[in-house]
């Protein structure tokens, strides 16, 4: 019965694209998410605790490639921002689509990094993830930051 389920999740599992993801998670005030249909990259909250994260956030995709995007395909409505690597970039880096995208979800604003066609996350996302950790705990302190 073992060898089945290993088998079976093995061919589920080579048929799917991998996507490596980093998280930095931050605590925020309980605020009133504004209503949208799909997130934008000129989305704002309006609390300055939320737009400062954003600005760390955004200082840090941008130095490494990452730019505004439109309009996200299929965008979740906790979705407040987003950045992306163009195609362009990433194919002059031979590297695979690179998101970054800031949920506002339960009280807490989320920075996730997805990397398709990885398993693990590489060095560059994991710095980035690293510094925008970094920043947050001495902007908002290290009991906020996960």
């Known amino acids: 019965m073992r060898c ?12 799917c694209d991998p996507i490596a993801i980093q998280r930095v998670t931050l605590s925020v005030s309980p605020i009133t998410r504004p209503s949208q249909t799909q997130a934008t990259s000129q989305v704002r909250v309006g609390t300055p ?20 995007g439109d309009a996200y395909p299929g965008a979740d409505v906790d979705m407040i921002h987003w950045w992306g690597l163009t195609v ?7 590297r695979g689509s690179l998101t970054c995208r800031v ?11 997805s990397e398709f066609g990885r398993l693990t996350s590489s060095s560059t996302v994991k710095d980035m993830a690293g510094e925008i950790r970094s920043a947050f705990v001495a902007r908002f302190g290290s009991q906020k930051v996960k």
């Not at 362009?88 to 031979?94: G, P, S, T, Y």
């Open 4 to 15: 089945v389920l290993a088998i079976s999740v093995a061919l589920i599992l080579v048929g």
């Open 49 to 68: 605790q939320i737009d400062a994260a954003i600005q760390i956030v955004d200082g840090v995709v941008r130095k490494r490639g990452l730019t505004d």
């Open 88 to 94: 362009e970039k990433a194919q002059e880096q031979q």
């Open 103 to 113: 949920y506002l979800r339960n009280g807490e604003l989320q920075v996730l990094f």
